[in-house]
């Protein structure tokens, strides 16, 4: 019985490998220990969504099988968890007869995934604050808490922005060494590089630059839990009128499509005797890869032609942005270009590293 048994196995598993047996989200069948028996491995969270959902709709009797397919696909079959709270993608869940069943979607949702609010992403607001668009859909508040490489966060999800995607770029600053460095962060938020630059990379100062009152709220709170409130000034309203001069030894310039509205300011942020470091984030098309590199020297290699582009062009305006408002020639140097995340098709965010120091004699 038990070869019996792993003949079947082994004959289930080639025929899936080789796409010959219905493939659902369900993993191949399992041998188990007892006696050779195959045993299914639990359907995903999404399966199951998808198959109390379908169950619910069929027997409603309202719809047809066409518009139940179309709802059915209209489920999450992924999300971003923040504790008890989900965000569904901004295409879930849209069709105008989930209404009819919102409430026993969301507890069949609520009650897979064991939460017990729900949200939903959209576009962000095309405001000067880039605020959040994110829709509660399914509970009391959109406050969650969030940790990140040992770092505490807590907002509101539906006044201000948060990006998972930019850990990579987090990562990278917890790394440097900014402990006898002033950090101007222009574009603050509630944080995201902010505490990053104080915790880990163990910067003297950040002065946080912010003009959403929501992620300023978010902010002061965030710095007290992680206990870096007294290395931290903030500086609330629009950079370009109250962040300081004269201080920094870096400035982040974490804002994207672009940042290029604050490039002056932070030149003028820069330290007038020794200068600084500025890391500049955008979105930069892709669309033209290089095929040819020159490894002769010690430039960055820019994976695409628009890349190389953008950084002649963003080098060329900072040196003469500092020759404008330093009353002198700085020299401006390229130290790294860093692919933070994919931001759309033929879109990516990076951050160009630059070094600015003045011309001495």
């Known amino acids: 019985m038990y070869y019996l048994g792993n003949t079947i196995f082994t004959l289930l598993t080639t025929l899936y ?49 066409d518009i139940i397919e179309n709802l059915i696909q209209e489920l999450p079959h992924k999300w971003e968890r923040h504790g008890d709270l989900i965000m569904i993608p901004q295409r879930s869940l849209r069709d105008a007869n989930w209404k009819i069943f919102e409430k026993e979607v969301f507890q069949i949702i609520c009650e897979t995934l064991k939460i017990t609010r729900i949200a939903r992403k959209n576009p962000v607001k095309p405001d000067s604050y880039r605020s959040s668009n994110v829709e509660l859909l ?17 907002w509101d999800i539906t006044k201000c922005m948060f990006s998972i995607g930019n850990i990579t770029e987090k990562l990278r600053i917890a790394r440097f060494d900014c402990s006898n460095e002033v950090v101007v962060d222009l574009f603050a938020g ?20 912010e003009m959403n009152p929501d992620s300023v709220e978010a902010l002061k709170l965030n710095l007290k839990s992680n206990g870096v409130d007294d290395r931290c000034t903030i500086h609330f309203g629009d950079n370009r009128i109250t962040a300081p001069n004269n201080v920094a030894d870096r400035v982040n310039l974490g804002l994207i499509p672009s940042s290029e509205l604050s490039w002056e300011v932070a030149c003028l942020a820069l330290k007038n005797d020794i200068g600084g470091v500025l890391h500049i984030h955008a979105n930069i098309d892709s669309k033209t890869p290089k095929t040819e590199q020159n490894h002769r020297n010690n430039k960055p290699q820019f994976k695409y032609a628009e890349w190389e582009l953008w950084t002649n062009h963003t080098v060329s305006a900072i040196e003469q942005i500092l020759l404008r408002v330093k009353s002198c020639k700085w020299k401006v140097a390229v130290l790294h270009l860093e692919h933070v995340k994919s931001y759309a098709p033929h879109v990516d965010h990076v951050v160009l590293d ?8």
């Open 354 to 361: 630059v070094e600015c120091r003045p011309n001495v004699g």
């Open 17 to 65: 490998c080789f796409g010959f047996v219905c493939q659902t989200s369900e993993m191949p069948p399992t041998l188990s220990n007892n006696r050779g028996i195959l045993k299914p491995i639990k359907k995903s969270p999404s399966d199951q969504i998808r198959q109390l959902a379908s169950d619910l709709l069929q027997k409603s009797g309202r719809f047809s099988d």
């Open 190 to 209: 509630i944080g995201y590089f902010t505490l990053p630059y104080l915790i880990h990379a163990k910067a003297k100062h950040v002065y946080a630059c």
């Open 138 to 154: 399914w509970g009391n508040n959109g406050i969650v808490h969030h940790v990140d490489n040992k770092i505490r966060y807590q």
